[in-house]
């Protein structure tokens, strides 16, 4: 059996990774510092071992802490793994901030959920609801060999096909590119619009629309309006006055530069905030 470490294993990430992980086919062994989260470990049926006598014998190392922690516990840790081990990160914010340590003798693979889509259909209530994904729900995941032998790239994409399992696609894409679509596209673009929406609705409630029937409406429209801009609705296409209103709402809402968001240094600005 392949053996895993997974560091920050009482975190939130990887609490959720080692539900999936337990009770699969890799040895796994588990890295927590603080009390909380090894209190969060036991009661999840795992205890935390030493990591001087788990690492070098790991074929791989989980990375499950947050972006800021990330260079400090890469530092310390895989400078411990075996020549031609791999160091699995969760996000490419730190591997794109050069936080990881110079190995020329192991691999770099980055892996990313995307979550359970807004058009997945779940029948089931249980995987509906599901909404992070990685327990019921199925996902696509996103996955990158930042450095190492085109066979790792198989390895690294099964280990995280088990950890966010369901899984339905494995898109294979660089480092850069998962950079681009997190921070850029689904934080620092998707998170900050999608918050304004919520304050937008919340503007409408203090006009005296009643909160749920302001949260229906306007859930209900962004539903099909999304149907409609992202080919779920073969033929379906936006009213001339709904066009008409998209542009004038544009004009009101978005300055005219707004898409430097996606230009490469002010990603590298985003990713050096983050961490």
């Known amino acids: 059996m392949e053996k895993v ?39 999840n049926g795992v205890e935390a071992s030493d990591p001087s006598m788990v690492i070098p014998q790991a074929d791989y190392l989980i990375l499950a802490v947050p972006d800021v922690l990330v260079k400090k516990i890469a530092h310390e840790y895989v400078p411990m793994l ?15 901030a050069g936080a990881l340590p110079e190995r020329n003798d ?10 359970p889509s807004v058009f997945n259909h779940e029948p089931d209530p249980e995987k509906h609801f599901d909404y992070f994904g990685g327990i019921t729900a199925k996902q696509t995941i996103v996955c990158a060999l930042i450095q190492g032998k085109e066979s790792d790239y198989k390895k690294g994409e099964i280990l995280a096909r088990t950890m966010y399992g369901p899984v339905t696609v494995a898109h294979r894409i660089s480092i850069w590119q998962m950079g681009i ?18 304050e937008a609705v919340d503007v409408v409630v203090e006009k005296g629309v009643p909160r749920q029937a302001a949260y229906d409406f306007f859930l209900g429209h962004i539903n099909i309006e999304l149907a409609l801009l992202f080919g779920q609705l073969p033929g379906g296409k936006f009213s001339d006055a709904a066009l ?14 707004w898409k430097k968001i ?5 990603i590298r600005e985003q990713i050096r905030a983050i961490t």
């Open 244 to 257: 008409k209103a998209i542009d004038l709402g544009k004009s009101l809402i978005f300055r005219d530069d």
């Open 181 to 198: 679509l997190e921070p850029a596209l689904s934080e620092t673009f998707g998170a900050a619009l999608v918050s304004v929406m919520k």
């Open 82 to 96: 075996k020549t031609g081990a791999m160091s699995v990160s969760l996000d490419p914010a730190a591997p794109l």
């Open 106 to 115: 192991i691999s770099y693979f980055a892996t990313h959920p995307s979550h």
């Open 5 to 43: 470490v997974l560091a920050g294993a009482g975190g939130k990430m990887g609490v959720r990774l080692t539900n999936n992980l337990k009770n699969s086919e890799y040895e796994m062994y588990y890295l927590e510092v603080s009390p909380e989260g090894i209190d969060r470990m036991r009661a």
């Open 262 to 266: 996606f230009e490469d240094d002010n």
